[in-house]
T-cell receptor
Framework: GAVVSQHPSWVICKSGTSVKIECRSL??????MFWYRQFPKQSLMLMAT?????????EQGVEKDKFLINHASLTLSTLTVTSAHPEDSSFYIC???????????????FGPGTRLTVL | AQRVTQPEKLLSVFKGAPVELKCNYS??????LFWYVQYSRQRLQLLLR??SRESIKGFTADLNKGETSFHLKKPFAQEEDSAMYYC??????????FGKGTMLLVSP
């Protein structure tokens, strides 16, 4: 159980275009999903916390107009990288918290990640 | 502010040797600590959490509040344990702060 999927697994786009990444919890409901960015050989950096039905909470230094997050249902959150530039190239990972795990639980289940390359 | 420190980037041991991956944290309240593992070309997956006090794949970790540590241990390493290990802390809002990770290499 507790499977999280991401689509696409990789994407290449031209500079200036927008890219949407989907994150789905397949067998559980997630009121909260998280978006991370991981640079090569580095740890995960939290970008934003996505709450179903409300605005996302962005970490300091993350441009909310650049990285649009929508959490329209209990099983789907999307990250749109708007007007992408080469410096946005990275590995984007989402995770989800199981609704039944309790309010205070920090356990997260991770998606496989999406490799974005901006030319 | 919460912080997680994993002092070793790389830990290389021989099969059958004991393993200890170090993790220290900084947090003013009562944290929830986790170890996540990432095998080659696979997603990050939960290994264990301190609340469960469980042993997974032979690994254990004890929360030491006095030393603010949550070291991961295994008495006899196996080749299949080779992976990237991340220590993570949750401070109550369910967000996770990750350490930089330690690569464990187990040689035959």
């Amino acid at each position: 159980g507790a499977v999280v999927s991401q689509h696409p697994s990789w994407v290449i786009c031209k500079s200036g275009t927008s890219v949407k990444i989907e994150c789905r919890s397949l067998d559980f409901q997630a009121t909260t999903m998280f978006w991370y960015r991981q640079f090569p050989k580095q740890s995960l950096m939290l970008m934003a916390t996505s709450n179903e039905g409300s605005k996302a909470t962005y970490e300091q230094g993350v441009e909310k107009d650049k990285f649009l997050i929508n959490h329209a249902s209990l099983t789907l959150s999307t990250l749109t990288v708007t007007s992408a530039h080469p410096e946005d190239s990275s590995f984007y990972i989402c995770s989800a918290r199981d609704l039944t795990s309790g309010v205070a639980s920090g356990t997260q289940y991770f998606g496989p990640g999406t490799r974005l390359t901006v030319l | 502010a919460q912080r997680v420190t994993q002092p070793e980037k790389l830990l290389s041991v021989f099969k059958g040797a004991p393993v200890e991956l170090k993790c220290n944290y900084s947090y003013s309240g009562s944290p929830e600590l986790f170890w996540y593992v990432q095998y080659s070309r696979q997603r990050l997956q939960l290994l264990l959490r301190h609340i469960s006090r469980e042993s997974i794949k032979g690994f254990t970790a004890d929360l030491n509040k006095g030393e603010t540590s949550f070291h991961l241990k295994k008495p006899f390493a196996q080749e299949e344990d080779s992976a990237m290990y991340y220590c993570a802390l949750s401070g109550g809002y369910s967000t996770l702060t990750f350490g930089k990770g330690t690569m464990l290499l187990v040689s035959p």
